[in-house]
């Protein structure tokens, strides 16, 4: 037997040689339970009580804890009742023939999200994706179908809006191409952000006074941080479908550096919307068959930084760059609680999906681009009641 340890075991002159083995050994001990009555051997079978037949080995899952879909006796419990729900709706609009909509909006990833550049760093990345996220939550509250576009790929050429919310750093392939696709007849949005760090602030791309048609009056690159709790964005012309004289508010938030505004004066572009000291807010240029739109407060980065904040007022001033765009929406619904998109058969039918993100029961009335009817028994719907974070599916024909 191979010893564990080896070693000696000194007392003064003497030297004792020591080894350690193991005293006991690993066995198993197999015991077969048997019928007292027979002495027959019992067995133990895996069986489903919801699918009613016997299972291998490979198909159990975990033991059921309290977080189980069925309780001690086999009965479903709630979860397990929606899961079977889900199932048949899945089955109903043949879910893996089905794909999302065309999108008609993109939201342009930076290239600083994935890749290094010169005086770039790997911290400015979290500001991007936060930014990002919160962009396409509130396109989705905006009922608007939103598609990605990567800058390293090269932007994509057929979106009719382009987003780029909280945004200060893109290439200059990039702003051409922006331009570009502005003047064919595209909008294209950004809102400005400094940055979270105080070595990087102001606007890190090519000549965005000549984009948007201001002139920025920032003192020597310092960012002017912004001194209100709350930005209040009143609008001094009719924009999409927000008219003159409403006002949007957002929640101030950040750090000191991204706690800031771009002050700007307009060149060729005229004033949107201002601030609470009448600062420029936001600003349109037209140029060629588009436009572009420039947001000086970094309205997607406060929202991505405040919690709790969803539903915010983004989504509207998103509603009103679709409809200034001409971006169509199949779906829409009232409630910035419930998002609406649609999914499209390969054999032609429309699905439309309704989600709610509410703890309450919403009640709906969808506004679309044809007749709704339920998936199932195909009888017409008008208004619609969702449970709490309940979903509805609806064919639209």
């Not at 700007?264 to 037209?286: F, I």
């Not at 405040?306 to 509603?319: D, G, K, S, W």
Request: net charge negative.
């Amino acid at each position: 037997m191979r010893a564990l340890w080896s070693g000696v075991i000194r007392f003064g002159l003497v030297v004792l040689p020591v080894k350690l083995f193991s005293a006991t050994e690993e066995r198993q001990v197999r015991l077969r339970e048997i019928h007292a009555a027979d002495s027959g051997r019992v067995q133990h079978r895996r069986f489903c009580e919801v699918e009613d037949r016997e299972i291998p080995y490979e198909e159990v899952g975990p033991f059921e804890m309290h977080f189980g879909i069925t309780d001690s006796t086999g009965a479903p419990k709630a979860p397990l009742v929606e899961l079977a729900a889900f199932a048949e709706v899945l089955e109903q609009v043949d879910f893996a023939r089905c794909r999302r909509s065309d999108a008609g909006a993109a939201l342009v990833v930076p290239a600083f999200l994935e890749r290094g550049y010169p005086y770039s760093r790997p911290a400015d990345r979290p500001l991007i994706f936060t930014s990002l996220h919160q962009g396409y939550v509130a396109a989705r509250a905006a009922d608007l179908a939103v598609g990605l576009t990567r800058e390293a790929d090269g932007i994509s050429e057929d979106a009719s809006l382009y987003l780029l919310p909280a945004t200060r750093q893109l290439t200059t392939r990039t702003r051409r191409a922006l331009a570009r696709r502005a003047a064919e007849g595209a909008t294209v949005y950004l809102s400005f952000c400094s940055g979270e760090h105080p070595g990087t602030r102001g606007p890190w791309f090519d000549d965005l006074d000549g984009l948007f048609g201001v002139e920025m009056q920032l003192s020597y690159g310092v960012a002017e941080p912004i001194e209100d709790d709350v930005l209040e964005m009143t609008f001094t012309k009719d924009f999409g479908g927000i008219r003159a004289g409403e006002t949007l508010r957002f929640p101030v938030a950040g750090n000191e550096d991204s706690r800031a505004y771009l002050p700007v004066e307009a060149r060729d572009a005229e004033v949107v919307a201002v601030d609470a000291h009448g600062r420029p807010a936001l600003l349109s240029r037209t140029t060629g068959l588009g436009r572009t739109v420039l947001a000086t407060y970094p309205l997607e980065h406060m929202a991505a930084r405040t919690a709790h904040v969803n539903p915010e007022q983004t989504h509207r001033l998103y509603v009103a760059l679709a409809e200034v765009a001409g971006v169509a929406r199949s779906v829409t619904v009232e409630s910035p609680y419930v998002s609406a998109d649609v999914l499209v058969h390969e054999d032609g039918r429309r699905f439309v999906w309704l989600v709610s993100q509410s703890g309450q029961e919403v009640a709906v009335c969808p506004e679309a681009d044809g007749a709704l009817h339920d998936a199932g028994t195909g009888e017409p719907v008008t208004d619609v009641t969702l449970d709490p974070y309940g979903v509805r599916v609806l064919e639209l024909r």
